[in-house]
């Protein structure tokens, strides 16, 4: 069985109000106040921005986007921390990114975890950039991926259309 998610998250009320500037951006919320805006290629395009402004310093590197997309994210940073994940699995194998932005800059990241590394005990990528945003494990919970309800769909589009 596969999982491939691209997404932004954050709060509710972040990702809210980050949505109303990008017209094809879904809100679909999380546990724990927390929620996420798939990255479908609607709206990676609609993020890209200008691909001349140059990244910021520190940047996270992600290769899905353009040079423009940091800036987008580093401006709603101001409001709130927000994350950038990805995770690819198939057979139980694959790998997690993520990163985070708070106050403009990254703060967190650009983590990476492959099928060849061991699962780092301060948590996966995802895990360790929920907890950035508040997430936490909930009892009878494996972390803070299952905690806040990651497992509801296998796919980035199931997230922008379920």
Not at 49 to 61: E, H, I, S
Not at 108 to 124: F, H, I, K, Q, V
Request: with cysteine.
């Amino acid at each position: 069985m596969s999982y491939e998610l691209q997404a932004l998250m954050g709060t509710l009320e972040l990702l809210t109000v980050a949505a109303a500037e990008v017209p094809a951006a879904r809100v679909v919320p999380l546990a724990q106040g927390l929620a996420l805006i798939p990255l479908t290629s609607a709206v990676l395009s609609a993020l890209q921005g200008d691909a001349a402004v140059p990244k910021p310093a520190g940047g996270a590197g992600f290769g899905w986007h353009s040079d423009g997309f940091e800036l987008r994210i580093a401006a709603w940073s101001k409001a709130g921390p927000i994350a950038c994940v990805e995770a690819e699995y198939f057979g139980g194998s694959g790998t997690q990114r993520a990163a985070v932005w708070s106050d403009g800059r990254v703060v967190l990241g650009p983590l990476t975890s492959g099928d060849s590394e061991p699962s780092p005990a301060e948590g996966t990528p995802i895990s360790r950039a929920l907890r950035c945003l508040g997430g936490h494990v909930e009892p009878g919970r494996a972390d803070e991926f299952d905690s806040v309800g990651l497992g509801a769909h296998r796919s980035t589009a199931g997230w922008a259309t379920g």
